[in-house]
């Protein structure tokens, strides 16, 4: 769901914004890493688009199939979160492997935690949803934020996760003279089952939504 959303606004954004450094935490991983690759809207639409990438299990075969079609950049970055100790870290440029593409995917509870170099790490975005402060940690000064993830889907969900967040959140303040533009969804782009789910239908639909949020706003 938020990957093809993704993918909907790069679209809009591509003619526009030329990026020196992609910077991706959790399913924006995987977009950021294709992008900064070189990747087309047409290419990130299509990876979309395939009914594979709605089977979980094949995430560490699709992460790789990804990678060999697309070099890696030293101008992309992907966030991890340590497990055990809940600290967020950041792996740049030719040091990423598709490991850490996935660690950086493992949403708990549904998909298994990374061992990489002796520690485990889970979802990237499990701290804080949008890695502004990773990029800027990176040197960058001026940022395009696209967030999938502004409310959580499932009310069930909501509280727990904004409590963990609370504690354990990973927000640090914005220095002075960096500019923040920020891409998010409206509302709600569907439920926690249809975040879970592949449909062909609901991806062209998430596409068009993500694609009219940057249509919107005057970046360039």
Avoid at 102 to 120: F, H, K, N, T
Wanted: proline share 9%; with cysteine.
């Amino acid at each position: 769901m938020f990957g093809a959303w993704q993918a909907g606004a790069w679209r809009a954004l591509a003619p526009r914004f030329h990026p020196d450094l992609v910077v991706g935490a959790s399913v924006g991983s995987l977009n950021g890493y294709a992008i900064a690759g070189g990747a087309s809207p047409d290419d990130l639409a299509d990876f979309w688009l395939r009914p594979e990438i709605g089977v979980l299990k094949q995430l560490p075969h699709t992460i790789r199939g990804m990678m060999d079609r697309y070099p890696p950049s030293p101008r992309y970055a992907v966030v991890l979160t340590d497990a055990f100790r809940l600290k967020p870290r950041i792996i740049a440029g030719e040091s990423v492997t598709w490991r850490h593409l996935a660690a950086s995917c493992a949403i708990p509870l549904v998909l298994p935690a990374r061992r990489i170099d002796a520690r485990w790490y889970c979802d990237g975005g499990l701290l804080n949803p949008l890695p502004v402060w990773a990029a800027i940690e990176l040197g960058a000064t001026r940022i395009v934020a696209v967030h999938a993830l502004p409310q959580i889907p499932g009310s069930w969900l909501k509280p727990f996760v904004a409590g963990f967040r609370r504690v354990a959140g990973h927000n640090p303040p914005l220095a002075a003279g960096i500019e923040v533009q920020m891409i998010a969804t409206p509302g709600p782009l569907g439920s926690l089952r249809d975040a879970l789910r592949w449909k062909r239908d609901n991806i062209e639909r998430w596409m068009e939504q993500g694609f009219a949020a940057a249509k919107k706003q005057g970046v360039g």
